[in-house]
């Protein structure tokens, strides 16, 4: 008993921290002084929609409303005089309301409307002050007519066929400043793309003439010659130097240097690199005329080999003679050739409790070629020190696995392809995994598999990720005593699932769009999906040679049974951001695997579980489902924990097995938003959420009653949770507190199911629920779910 005192008193604990950071304070005035306000609203008035909602970020930073929550937090922890923690209050400055109004005038008049006046209005009640700007627009000016003025042919022809393609400013349109700076800027690049090495954004400048009765504006780009030339130069590439100092910096000793090709000198200094791949990511080819955007990629993908640290932009340097061709070199710091990276969470639930920890040891650099070696060790334990513990024994399940990947930044195949990578660069990994999984009192499971995968990009924003060729060899033991229980009651699903030892090989095929933003503040859409398809070669090969069936009428290859099977799973995410690092994210994530040919049954490792720190929180892991499955229906009346009714040693044996799915479909509601920016060392901040979902049988099951997926039946068999979280963001991870509770439990039926309103008094007390499902699981049920993790949950 003490184990669950001691755990609700933590619970009680943390639930009220969480709640003093959320409602701490009951007046956000108290602490003015004197004939301080505090800004509490600010309205723009007759200005277009189009711009009302832009033109509030022209209010200065000092005047605009605080988030309550953060000024909360400033009150609370401040009272010190440390304003380190929270946001300080925006007392109103007349100063400050002056200077937002000019600015906010400019703004508007950028956008066309070039006699726009805007005028301020403070309004004050309890100590709260409301800024109102009210905007007189005046007419929209439109551009007339636009000319040219360049006396370089070279670049009046480039200017004149590229505009369309860049320009924002159209005959007809709006005269918008902001436009004209946009056109600057694109034709700027256009010039460095085609050789201008020395053209300058100073040669471009716009003159307007406005006719303000007629609100109509003449526009002209006018681009210069440099002084004292009758054209702008044009530049090719000449040779390259690239040189490779120590990883502290300095360039001592001997180095390796290696001429490649015409223009390639590599010089290491440390010793550790080949030339290739550097050499075959750089896009600057001698000939070639100058491109920036060349130089970016080069940079970029030098970046992406991930054995280098602050890859500059290459250095040029004009030759000597007239011949305009640019010399460049590119200076290159190694990272530290070996890193680890330790990654966890931690959760528990009244009895229950488990973890799950992570190491990746990495090698940046074999074979002199940016080579990665990965070595990755998993384990996750969940322990039980609850009444109906199997054996009294607290470990329930490990789940250990380690393998080593060897990742090449380039395509490895035995045919000559070209290289690709001008969107990102490439990689192939060979990998070899052994897991083994473990429930006591039940089976131990143990895999080998290898694999070979591509990873490409089409864009920076689209990776397409294929293994042609994945194979697993996977093996089953069951506990003699279970194998007995499970036979004496016809539970040969579960036999045939956990006990058998099969191989198959496979093929999978990844699509992920946009993960480069994850870590943005974007509005953006997020996508990944996978397709796993596995057995359809063996099954060709085992007709074509007649091969021998098991007792199951099943096709064997090598005395062993293999698997045919289908699996997909989507993960589509909708982030939108709300400004000041508020972030709203919306996830939907469903999954299906099928058996067919010379399977009935998916293979232990391809289905689907629910629960956990990063889909169903409220709920530990595979303790969801499947749909409406009651383990106390199933299985009967739990007994006591002196004698345990036969049904109740094989419940306890299944935990964590029987709730499972070939179906899955999560969804997540998710709003982040800042705390702090300093809180003891860390960004602090909140999270709230939603989660909806569960696993499901594809078909009628009689080991699973209620466990099955039908489209009439999925609202009332799907769960909800609810929760609040806190984010510990130190820069080089997020350590993360989550608060999950059971809100709709589909195991119950009818109203029953939305237990935390209908059971909320027994939140965190006994009462007459929990002590019937006591009675019926021979466990507490737990409302709340607790979270402990490194990294975001999705």
């Not at 800004?39 to 277009?48: A, Q, Y």
Request: glycine share 8%; with cysteine; proline share 4%.
């Amino acid at each position: 008993m003490k184990a669950y005192i001691s755990i609700n008193k933590y619970r009680i604990a943390i639930l009220s921290i969480l709640l003093l950071f959320i409602g701490s304070g009951c007046s956000l005035t108290r602490r003015l002084k004197g004939n301080e306000k505090l800004v509490r609203k600010v309205t723009i008035r007759g200005m277009d929609g189009e711009f009302a909602e832009l033109a509030v970020n022209y209010v200065d930073k000092q005047q605009q409303p605080n988030n309550v929550i953060n000024l909360q937090l400033y009150n609370l922890f401040n009272k010190s005089g440390k304003h380190n923690i929270g946001e300080p209050p925006a007392i109103l400055d007349s100063n400050l309301v002056e200077f937002s109004r000019v600015q906010i005038e400019k703004f508007i008049r950028s956008k066309g409307y070039l006699k726009a006046r805007v005028i301020d209005t403070i309004l004050v009640k309890n100590k709260r002050a409301e800024l109102i700007f009210t905007t007189t627009e005046g007419p929209m000016f439109k551009i007339r007519k636009i000319d040219d003025s360049i006396p370089d042919k070279k670049v009046r022809e480039l200017y004149r066929s590229t505009r369309k393609q860049f320009s924002h400013l159209q005959p007809g349109g709006r005269f918008d400043t902001d436009s004209l700076a946009f056109d600057r800027d694109a034709f700027f690049q256009v010039m460095k793309r085609n050789g201008y090495y020395e053209f300058y954004r100073q040669y471009i400048n716009f003159a307007y003439d406005s006719t303000f009765n007629s609100s109509v504006v003449d526009l002209r780009m006018i681009i210069d010659n440099p002084a004292d030339k009758p054209e702008h130069p044009i530049f090719t590439i000449n040779n390259t130097l690239i040189t490779i100092s120590k990883s502290n910096g300095t360039k001592i000793g001997k180095a390796d240097t290696i001429q490649v090709g015409s223009q390639f000198k590599f010089v290491d200094y440390s010793g550790r690199f080949k030339p290739q791949p550097v050499v075959d990511y750089i896009y600057q080819k001698k000939g070639e005329l100058f491109n920036s955007d060349n130089q970016t990629i080069t940079t970029s993908r030098l970046s992406e080999l991930n054995v280098f640290r602050n890859v500059p932009n290459p250095d040029y340097e004009k030759t000597a003679d007239s011949t305009n061709r640019l010399n460049s070199k590119i200076e290159l710091i190694p990272l530290k050739q070996m890193s680890d990276r330790v990654e966890g969470e931690f959760l528990f639930s009244g009895g229950r409790y488990g973890y799950n920890a992570g190491n990746t040891f990495t090698d940046r650099n074999i074979f002199k070629r940016s080579v990665a070696l990965q070595i990755k060790l998993n384990l996750s334990m969940l322990f039980d020190i609850g009444r109906n513990a199997l054996n009294n024994s607290g470990v329930e399940n490990q789940d250990f696995k380690v393998g080593a990947s060897l990742i090449y930044p380039w395509i490895v195949t035995p045919f000559n392809l070209a290289k690709p990578g001008k969107q990102g660069v490439p990689h192939t990994t060979f990998s070899t995994n052994y897991s083994r999984f473990y429930q006591k009192g039940l089976v131990e499971r143990t895999s080998f598999i290898n694999s070979v995968t591509y990873d490409f990009l089409e864009t920076a924003n689209k990776v397409h990720s294929i293994t042609p060729i994945d194979i697993e060899f996977s093996k089953g033991t069951i506990d003699p005593i279970a194998y007995q229980q499970l036979l004496k009651q016809n539970r040969y699903s579960y036999v045939y699932l956990i006990g058998r030892t099969i191989f198959t090989t496979g093929s999978q095929y990844t699509y992920q769009a946009n993960g480069n933003l994850l870590n943005t503040y974007a509005n953006f859409s997020y996508f990944r999906g996978s397709l796993d398809v596995g057995g359809n070669m063996l099954y060709a090969a085992s007709n074509i040679f007649n091969s021998h069936k098991d007792t199951l009428g099943k096709r064997t290859l090598f005395g062993y049974t293999f698997a045919q099977y289908a699996r997909g799973e989507i993960d589509f995410r909708i982030y939108r951001s709300f400004g000041g690092e508020r972030q709203f994210i919306f996830r939907i994530n469903p999954g299906i695997g099928v058996p067919f040919g010379n399977s009935n049954q998916l293979i232990f490792e391809k289905n689907f579980y629910a629960g956990g720190a990063n889909d169903m929180r409220a709920w530990l892991p595979r303790t969801l489902g499947p749909g409406q499955f009651n383990r106390a229906t199933t299985y009967g009346p739990a007994g006591t924990a002196d004698a345990p009714t036969t049904g109740d040693t094989l419940r306890t044996r299944l935990k964590y097995i029987d709730q499972f799915g070939e179906i899955k479909f999560i969804t997540n509601a998710e709003y982040r938003y800042k705390l702090a920016d300093d809180f003891f060392g860390s960004k602090l901040k909140g999270a709230i959420f939603i989660d909806a979902g569960n696993v499901w049988r594809l078909h009628k099951q009689a080991d699973n009653p209620g466990g099955e997926f039908r489209f009439n039946n999925i609202l009332q068999s799907s769960a909800i949770g609810i929760g609040t979280g806190l984010r510990f963001d130190v820069s080089f991870f997020v350590f993360r507190l989550d608060m999950a509770f059971k809100f709709k439990d589909p195991q119950f039926n009818g109203s029953d199911q939305w237990v935390l309103i209908k059971h909320s008094n027994e939140l965190f007390h006994p009462g007459v629920f929990k002590n019937n499902y006591l009675q019926a699981n021979g466990e507490s049920y737990n409302f709340m779910q607790l979270n402990f993790g490194i990294g975001m949950p999705f």
